[in-house]
């Protein structure tokens, strides 16, 4: 068996031989100038190398080190069995396009900044926090509102769920829903508040006080009714992390029947409920 390195011909081919020292492996390197270490002309192997990388240089700069690496040993076996090589500059520009396409790929998995879901949280010491949802019908039926209050230690005070008659637009089901949160909660003698819903249009409408809206004249209700505490705010949340209340909506939606629960809540949705805070 035949152990020269097939493109050089000269030396021994070992893996650090045909991806760090023969002479078209450095042609490639060659072509990192900003590379933080030095990889020509040291006798360090492919892991000390990338752990020197990973001690001095950036997640960005190993990502690079191993797509340059690939893409050498790539075009040495082009060169041994399709008997076609590359030169340097192909290689190299292999290499950062391959990097680039699996960033881009990853990027479309993991959400870009900013826009990050957040998690249902207990609210702060004596703050209650008041989760909503309404449920529009698909076809025809009820559409339906649910109310969940919650503690500091994620424990249910009080449920609502609550079937309405009639056809109501989206805006004025999630509006009436928050309303429905600051009625139950006023019955509860309850002083801090914060509501949270995953409908982002009536959040918005209450932080700005639009009153003008085809739920305007709920969301006029819900601001007085808010003055009447200590403390309230009303803040958005995603529709996953706002779960309960969602599938609750639904279910009255289905049922027609309205269900309070004040204190004493069911076991399965006080189960639901640990479930989420974790
Ligand atoms: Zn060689």
Redesign the pocket.
Same mark, same amino acid.
Request: net charge positive; glycine share 0%; hydrophobic share 25%.
């Given at each position: 068996m035949d152990v020269t /390195?097939?493109? /050089?011909?000269?030396?021994l081919?070992t893996v650090e031989? +045909?991806i760090l020292? /023969?002479?078209? +492996?450095k042609a490639v390197w060659a072509k990192w100038i900003d590379c933080p270490i030095r990889i020509l002309d040291c006798s360090l192997d492919v892991t000390d190398l990338a752990l020197n990388l990973m001690n001095q240089g950036t997640q960005s700069d190993l990502e690079k080190f191993f797509g340059v690496a690939w893409s050498i040993w790539y075009n040495r076996n082009q060169v041994v069995n399709e008997d076609c090589g590359a030169v340097a500059e192909h290689i190299w520009g292999l290499a950062i396009r391959l990097i680039e396409d699996f960033k881009e790929a990853n990027s479309q998995i993991i959400k870009p900044k900013g826009t990050k879901d957040r998690a249902w949280k207990p609210p702060p010491k004596d703050v209650y926090l008041i989760n909503v949802d309404g449920a529009i019908p698909a076809m025809e039926g009820n559409s339906g509102i649910e109310v969940i209050i919650r503690d500091w230690n994620n424990q249910v005070v009080a449920a609502l769920s609550m079937p309405l008659s009639g056809r109501f637009a989206v805006e004025e089901t999630e509006a009436i829903a928050m309303e429905q949160g600051i009625v139950l909660a006023k019955e509860l003698g309850l002083n801090q508040i914060i509501l949270e819903g995953d409908s982002m249009q009536t959040v918005q409408a209450i932080c700005s006080k639009d009153v003008w809206g085809v739920a305007g004249h709920i969301i006029h209700g819900i601001l007085q009714g808010m003055n009447g505490f200590n403390s309230a705010e009303a803040r958005y949340i995603c529709r996953n992390s706002n779960k309960i209340a969602h599938e609750l909506a639904q279910q009255a939606k289905r049922s027609g029947e309205e269900c309070k629960w004040i204190g004493v809540v069911p076991e399965n949705l006080a189960n639901l409920c640990r479930l989420e805070g974790i």
């Open positions: /390195c097939p493109i /050089c011909k000269k030396d081919e031989h +045909a020292r /023969c002479v078209s +492996a």
